[in-house]
């Protein structure tokens, strides 16, 4: 039985005292004891049943002891790392908090500050900008909270503070919390949450009323900036922008919203207000210029964690080679069901992270239907991802923190800050794509000197296997960039639309340090929306708004945006959860099988254009995987380098190049998948239109002289050059930060453009984010860890770790890849050459 | 540049602005403007519930429409037509104010602030949900304080939809001045136009603003009109469409039968059947009016008639009636037949807090009648 935690409180259930959430996360002073919302003990509800008696001893170090002597097990664990118990690094409050605050952190058993707390809140209290990245739940929330309410007392309540939360679920926990501690100040103050759920009813109360207003990206992009004069009191009095999770506003969307706060600060300087940002972030590479990149400020970074941690364990498992000769392992899914019996028990809490959703709600169903063997009822073990109704996660919520929740299963859903108190044992079935995630992944386990461990099942792709022979690319310095360019042109343009209609831009700001002032081609972007598109009027060096339209509804932040696809039950009509667009024509076409906490529902008819589907629950064997084809067709090349043979001057060898192109995505058939077995039972046509995409690429081509020595006109051969692609796609992520799904590919042994061998890698994003061209520059480090993996493989021919199995990049697959890689790494990298348009192949 | 426009200023700037003045015998559709100015407050303040109409005074009321780039709101959509119209002792005075250019929107929305905050109460059609929200917001944008919190605020959409809204194809300004008013256009643009037609002028193209204007002018005239109209409704000698009198005497009815004024339904429901009316609800609020008053078996009979003449959820709730009165006047058969044609009706026509009330009813009724048997 894992150590209850004493200091914690009962979760309102004990009725004699009345529930009260506790701080957001402080330490308290001597036992520095985290008091996270009031979380229960998760001592189990006593139950009976042999194996719930037999299996509720077991404790983190036992897991760990069994692990180590199973020999079925023991020798797929590639990696172990244990990380010591680590003491609190605890300070003074600072004498500049003002003696109310004081007393009610120490009302509230908070003696004294993590030193990481106390360095950022005497940074905000010195009037600057923070950006505080330390791991999960070490008290991040206190670096900001503590600051804005002394502001508020210091102004007497005339001071504003906006909050911004990367999800709506994280605003909701704040606001009580905050509440209770404006309610114990004894101050007519109000914090609220205004987003899409806040009904139009209570708005304009909130807005009139509010000191403390906590919302989204979304909602700030396309609500409240575009109305700022009715929200002209909390701009002209906004001293705070808290932003949380700012690792997460990378990409596209971090894009946009780095060119939403430009339009924040804008309208608050017109206003006349400056207001600070404090920021927190998961560990980051380079944080300092990530905030500068989002919030266009120097900030004080602090990364230093003076948090206690108990000892942590993290195994790297990799599951058994089914076939060596193929290099295919176990599946990943299938090893953490396996893993479960290790893993999973009524004395702790136990949680699974999958990459997709789909998977998600396969472990699920498999877990429940096993739960007697772990000695659990299959209540006791939940799903939860995004998608999800709002009610459902709050519930699953709940029973984690309050430990009814044994067991639960998810995607990055339960990644971030939402409060669910910390579990025991965490298992990352796959790597999550970036070393962010993996830690943060990790930071849901460890409760304060408790021993906790992280699993991590290698999947067979390339990454994964990767990682097993490079355990220190996860615990070594974090290696990856976020990739956020607000001056991408295409996202520049559209959020000046937004700006332009939210007040007139002149000359003289652009001549001034204003946020906007910053970002090149503003003025000659405006000119173009003015004589060309028709939406702005100039003026006497002033660009007027000049249309009849709200732009902020036609703008998309991208990421997950608002253009959902409503799931419903055919029957009653009611919602059972929601889909993205782009997700939607492979998971909710006609015939799919969707999957809620393991129940099965299969969709009757898919309204596309109303974005609608209706489903009917059934009793499935099987779960449904839709297959796509995609196209990819080359518009307008922009840079290029080149380099030449080696052993013939002036003869071209291999080309960049960075473009744009047009991708047709098109929902072809789906695959019907038994459980367990995984045997396909069955494929189905799917009509449905295409997605289409226009985005940046960068190309790499071979010249026909190269391609010739290499082989690659050679029949069979072909196949090696995919594999060549999608193991360049597989490894990039380490260098850029994305997902493999972040970047698509297209490789062609005779393009149709280029008329030679191409490996095209795009954004998979409208408009493109840049990573393409990021890769353009990286591709050299890129091509060499690609090298690596393959000549470090051990499998014969080629397997899903390296270039893929012989069926798919043929039976010299592996050599002709090897030959390939080897020869683009050797030698100079090429040179940069004329505008691409010059260099265009000619038909 | 329209024809007779001249320049005013003030502290914030300068901006274009046409005044035309109108006698009181100004005729504008079936009427004069004059008309308005013995306007009752105690009408305009019983029809609309809002008490501080009371005191209306239309020799200082500001009658208010403005023109706008756009329906959807926000920031960025601008007011570049203010129509006010006041009265000045010897006839009314249309002042329109109008933006040149987007920068002279400071000055235009001071005046119009000053102006506003010079006089009563607000007259306006729709104006609580968009004439008075646009000028807020552009003039908190713009720094000017805006004067119509507190202010009295006439907004005549409201009174006309509940009166009138049953009888008309839609509730916009223009089907009201024309039926209620006698108004007819002739060469409107309409007010989408508008905002095309202001970008026309500040991008130096042929533009329509001269129609703009007309028609800020007609919708401002036509709001005296209206209110003269609404002012009087509950006169006996109310000059309108004879087709519009049952239709008005229904929807008074209505109104007073929610506000539980059960003399004044007695007054409108006998007038709506002097009219010919056979509207069921209305049958349905003066057999209830009638039971408030203590009128049971007359109350009883048009209940009775109310219940059998259809099938739908008016006339179960009138079968429960039927057998509260029966019951009430020992008329214990009629009462118990009454119920079960309640409880059929109900079973096949309503749902919610409607059956629910119903069944309770009904129940309390059966217990009635088994403790009198």
Redesign the interface.
Known sequence: MLNPNPTREPHGRDGDRPTRPALPQPPSGSSAAELTSGAASVRPAPKSGAARRARSNTGVPAIVDNLKSNPALRDRIVHWNAIEARPADLCEFSPALDPRLLKLFQDRGLERLYSHQREAIDHALAGRDVLVTTPTASGKTLCYVAPVMQRLLETGGKARALFLFPTKALSQDQSAALNSMIGDLGEPWHSFTYDGDTPPSVRRTLRDRGHILLTNPWMLHAGIL?????W?ELFRDLSTIVIDEVHTLSGVFGSSVANVLRRLLRIAEHYGSRPQFLLSSATLRDPKSHAKALTGRDVEVVTEDGSPAGPRTFALYNPPMLDPIAGLRANALEEARRLAHQLVGPGHQTIFFANRRTAVEVLTRYLKEAAHEFGLDPDEIRGYRGGYLPLHRREIEDGLRQGTVKVVVTTNALELGIDIGRLDVAVLVGYPGSQASFWQRAGRVGRRGNPSLIVQVARSDAIDQYLTQHPEHLFGAPRERLGLDPDNLVILTEQLKCA?????FTKRELAADTPFARAPHVASVLDYLASESGLL?E??G?W??????????DVSLGGTGPDNVLVLDAESGKAIGEIERSASITTVHEGAIYQVEGETWKVERFDYENRRAYLKRVESDYFTEAETDTEVAVLRLERSARRDRADAPDVEDYSMWTGEVHVTTLATQYKKVRFYTRESVGAEDIHLPAEELDTQAVVLTLSEESARELLLDQGDRGAAWAGVGKLVRHVAPLFLRCQPSDLGLSAQVKSKHFRRPALIFYDEVQGGVGLSEHLYEIHREVLAAALEVVSRCDCHSGCPVCVGPPEESGALGKETALTILRHLCAGAAPAECAPALEREPKP | MPEGLATESNARGEFGVRIERFPAEFVHGSAALGEVLTADGSQLSVLTGDASLREFDPRQATFLDIETTGLSGGAGTQVFQVGLLTYEGAGFELWQGFLRSPAEAPALLEACAARVRRRGALVSFFGKSFDRHRLEDQMRLHGVEPSFAGRPHLDLYHPCRRLYGKRFVDGRLATMERELCGVEREKDLPGAFAPAAWFDFLAGRAHALEAVFLHNRIDVLSLVRLCSHVARVLDDDLAERKDLAQIRAEALTVLFATRRDWLRVLEWSARALDENSRARPTLAFRARALQRTGHFPEALALFEQVASSARDGLAAEAWAEVSVLACRLGELDRAQLACGSGESMASVTLAGTRRARLDHKLLRVRSNLAKGR
């Open positions: 575009p109305n700022h004069p009715k002209s332009a209609f939210e007040l007139p009027h003026k006497d002033t007027y708004w000049m249309a009849d339209a709200y732009p902020a509804q």
